[in-house]
DNA sequence: TGAACATATGATAAATTGTTCATATGAAAA
DNA sequence: TTTTCATATGAACAATTTATCATATGTTCA
């Protein structure tokens, strides 16, 4: 039996979640960002490469990458003087890719 | 054969499609329009029921709404005095899904 | 026709976000 | 142990985005 009471909290967590989904969905709502996600699409690089690659700053990409990190959609680990960064998981992609099949229509 | 142009064109082709992409995701990247998307989950909605469901005034609603519908994740048709919104196709859905998936972990 | 209702829209103000610059940290190599 | 290379970070400024307010448009009904 539910009571009003928990109707009201649970129409509460229903709003942090979405709140939540929002954040997540803008990690992939810029274009620096993405570039940088789908430059380690295949496969892992350090911040170096990844600056060269998309042609941007090194400390607009250190940023960026800061907000993907805390954003669980990067690893990163040390190799010596340099920080490689990868993609977290396999969500990632999936997301770009249905995104893709969106537009592509 | 490629050609030098014709990689560079690419490498263009590519460039804008990130764009789109980037985009795309800014659509699901703020919590009204989620908000908004996640209240025509269930079906087809005027805009003051979508207004009142979701607890934001009408004229943010509607500016909101024209951006979704913009990126064509919304439609709309008219029923007497007022227009009633729907999800456009099954990304929206997917898409949502994925995010939720991802964050649920 | 005009009053009432539903939605859209332009302008503005407020908030958020992104880039840049300068500098800090930390590892390697001379 | 100083210099160099790689990355991170804080602050400031610029750009973008969002909500609000006022009002316009379009539809129905008396």
Same mark, same amino acid.
């Given at each position: 039996m539910h009571t009003h009471d928990e109707d009201y909290l649970l129409k509460d967590i229903q709003e942090e979640e979405l709140l939540d989904l929002a954040d997540l969905f803008k990690m992939f709502a810029d274009s620096t960002r993405i570039k940088i996600l789908y430059s380690l699409w295949?496969?892992?690089? @350090?911040? +170096?490469?990844?600056?060269?690659? #998309?042609?941007? @700053?090194?400390?607009?990409?250190?940023?960026?990458? /800061?907000?993907?990190? @805390?954003?669980?959609? $990067?690893?990163?680990?040390?190799?010596? /003087?340099? #920080?490689?960064?990868?993609?977290?998981?396999?969500? $990632? /992609? +999936?997301?770009?890719?249905?995104?893709?099949?969106?537009?592509e229509e």
């Open positions: 295949a496969g892992e690089k @350090n911040v +170096t490469e990844i600056c060269d690659e #998309i042609e941007m @700053n090194q400390s607009a990409v250190s940023h960026q990458l /800061k907000a993907l990190k @805390n954003a669980k959609l $990067v690893r990163s680990k040390r190799d010596g /003087k340099a #920080i490689i960064y990868s993609l977290a998981d396999e969500h $990632v /992609k +999936t997301i770009i890719a249905m995104g893709k099949e969106h537009i």
